[in-house]
């Protein structure tokens, strides 16, 4: 199952942060949100999940419209928000239950769910600890194993390793590409991180509000001339938007 993001902009006040924007994702497949601060992620992020409201566009999930059908379309995301929304106070086990009841879940299937996915990101032996014990790592592989409870389709996750260290970002981002190889779920993982993207993963390139990559990453490094992402991610975004299209 794919996203579908059809001619979406989308202003704060006098300031346009998207400028008709379109793109799909591959189903089942791995695929990077990049850009600098400021370059749309975060706001793109907001329209998929609804905490802001469309005004240009529409964002489409096979048949399933953001605007017709809103609540059949957020059954099928799992989300990882860049800030913790976690309750730091409940346990591991207390922070699923109660995201499991939000969707319906029974607590006898939400049980099974909830060993399946603490299993699958190495957690369970951190079920009856309380969130505030945790590290941002261990956080984080709590949030992602809430997001699939419900057992969406899509998994979007909005620069999830935000201040954690090195091996732990590896970790996680290994963790997630194996859930596309094994789940097959399709997969939206904004960062500015160019380090957290291979070669050959499919990247949306966002600058200023609009697209200037929609193809596979080594694509950055063939319009900038140079051999590594990071390097070439900074040329690209510093240019002028419009320059660069």
Same mark, same amino acid.
């Given at each position: 199952?794919?996203?579908?993001?059809?001619?979406?902009?989308?202003?704060y006040?006098?300031?346009?942060?998207?400028?008709?924007?379109?793109?799909?994702?591959?189903?089942?497949?791995f695929?990077?949100?990049?850009?600098?601060?400021?370059?749309?992620?975060?706001?793109?992020?907001?329209l998929?999940?609804r905490?802001?409201?469309?005004?240009?566009?529409?964002?489409?999930i096979?048949?399933?419209?953001?605007?017709?059908?809103?609540?059949?379309?957020?059954?099928?995301?799992?989300?990882?928000?860049?800030?913790?929304?976690?309750?730091?106070?409940?346990?591991?086990?207390?922070?699923?239950?109660?995201?499991?009841?939000?969707?319906?879940?029974?607590?006898?299937?939400?049980?099974d769910?909830i060993?399946?996915?603490?299993?699958?990101?190495?957690?369970?032996?951190?079920?009856? /600890?309380?969130?505030?014990? %945790? #590290?941002? &790592?261990?956080?984080?592989?709590?949030?992602? @194993?809430?997001?699939? +409870?419900? !057992?969406?389709?899509?998994?979007?996750?909005?620069?999830?390793?935000?201040?954690?260290?090195?091996?732990?970002?590896r970790?996680?981002?290994?963790?997630?590409?194996?859930?596309?190889?094994?789940?097959?779920?399709?997969?939206?993982?904004?960062?500015?991180?160019?380090?957290?993207?291979?070669?050959? /993963?499919?990247?949306?390139? %966002? #600058?200023? &509000?609009?697209i200037?990559?929609?193809?596979? @990453?080594?694509?950055? +490094?063939? !319009?900038?001339?140079?051999?590594?992402?990071?390097?070439?991610?900074?040329?690209?975004?510093?240019?002028?938007?419009?320059?660069?299209?």
């Amino acid at each position: 199952m794919s996203i579908h993001v059809e001619s979406v902009s989308f202003s704060y006040g006098p300031r346009q942060a998207l400028k008709d924007i379109s793109f799909s994702l591959e189903p089942g497949e791995f695929h990077g949100l990049l850009g600098p601060n400021g370059a749309g992620k975060s706001t793109l992020f907001a329209l998929i999940t609804r905490l802001n409201a469309m005004q240009t566009g529409d964002i489409r999930i096979n048949e399933l419209s953001i605007k017709k059908q809103p609540s059949s379309l957020m059954k099928k995301l799992g989300v990882v928000f860049q800030q913790s929304t976690l309750d730091l106070d409940l346990t591991v086990q207390q922070n699923l239950l109660y995201h499991a009841a939000l969707h319906g879940i029974s607590k006898a299937q939400a049980s099974d769910r909830i060993k399946l996915e603490l299993e699958r990101m190495e957690m369970s032996d951190r079920t009856n /600890d309380k969130v505030r014990s %945790l #590290n941002g &790592g261990h956080r984080r592989r709590v949030e992602i @194993a809430r997001a699939l +409870l419900h !057992q969406p389709e899509i998994l979007l996750l909005d620069e999830p390793t935000v201040g954690l260290d090195p091996q732990t970002r590896r970790a996680l981002n290994t963790h997630v590409r194996n859930l596309c190889t094994d789940e097959k779920l399709t997969v939206l993982w904004a960062t500015h991180l160019m380090e957290e993207i291979k070669e050959e /993963d499919h990247i949306v390139l %966002l #600058n200023k &509000g609009q697209i200037m990559i929609n193809d596979k @990453a080594s694509e950055m +490094l063939n !319009q900038s001339g140079l051999e590594n992402f990071t390097d070439a991610f900074h040329q690209l975004t510093e240019k002028p938007a419009k320059e660069a299209l």
